[in-house]
């Protein structure tokens, strides 16, 4: 389809390895954001990239979790030595051009949880 | 203190019912000003985009008061579908398109 897509869509992980998850955002779209989701909360803001560009990584909870998006186009959030406060829904987000005012199209989200 | 906050509800309401949901913002650099919709283990998706002018869409009308940094949907004839969590969303400092979430108030429309 055209929209965002993320996967895997379920990730079971055991605490202490390492996970990694896919974004794959709308054809042309220059911005890219990634959010976590816990339960019965809002969606808080982890990093954002314009191209490939990672402009923005202040909501990155800790040095266990790094992003990249080396082509401008597919990114990757990787999450290393999970502990189960990293279990959550991982939402992926793109943008036309990143601008405060445009609309972002979220894909249906990573559903992490750590044993 | 949550940069965005809202009621989390439940508000249970019958069909055709109004109802309305508020929000405060505390970052008065914020820019732009949205309602997003979330359905049970699903995305957030754009409902409405808020303005100080108040804009209406079919039966939502949002609401944005930029001096008691307040934002508001009202919800008139309320249906089944209508059934979700709202997210109040604001933008962040400068012309980044990071979006601050609240809570998310959960809405219940009942036969």
């Known amino acids: 389809g055209a929209g965002v897509s993320q996967s895997p869509r379920y990730k079971v992980a055991k605490r202490g390895q390492d996970v990694a998850l896919r974004c794959d955002p709308i054809?042309?779209?220059?911005?890219l954001f990634w959010y976590q989701q816990a339960l019965g909360q809002g969606p808080e803001f982890l990093t954002y990239?314009?191209?490939?560009?990672?402009?923005?990584k202040s909501g990155l909870p800790s040095d266990r979790f790094f992003a990249e998006r080396p082509e401008g186009s597919v990114s990757t959030l990787k999450i290393q030595r999970t502990q189960q406060e990293d279990s959550a829904v991982y939402l992926c987000?793109?943008?036309?051009?990143?601008?405060?005012?445009?609309?972002?199209?979220f894909g249906d989200g990573t559903r992490l949880s750590i044993l | 203190r949550k940069e965005v906050e809202q009621d989390p509800g439940p508000f249970n309401v019958p069909e055709g019912a109004t109802v309305a949901f508020n929000c405060t913002y505390s970052n008065s650099a914020s820019q732009s000003f949205f309602w997003y919709r979330q359905d049970c283990r699903k995305e957030p998706k754009l409902l409405m985009s808020?303005?100080?002018s108040g804009n209406e869409d079919g039966r939502f009308t949002a609401q944005l008061n930029r001096a008691s940094q307040y934002i508001s949907l009202l919800i008139r004839d309320s249906k089944l579908s209508d059934s979700a969590t709202y997210l109040c969303v604001v933008t962040g400092s400068g012309n980044t398109g990071k979006l601050i979430f609240g809570q998310g108030t959960t809405l219940q429309v009942k036969p």
């Open positions: 808020v303005y100080s």
């Open positions: 054809s042309g779209h220059v911005s």
């Open positions: 987000a793109s943008s036309l051009t990143g601008a405060h005012n445009q609309p972002q199209h």
């Open positions: 990239f314009q191209n490939e560009a990672q402009l923005d």
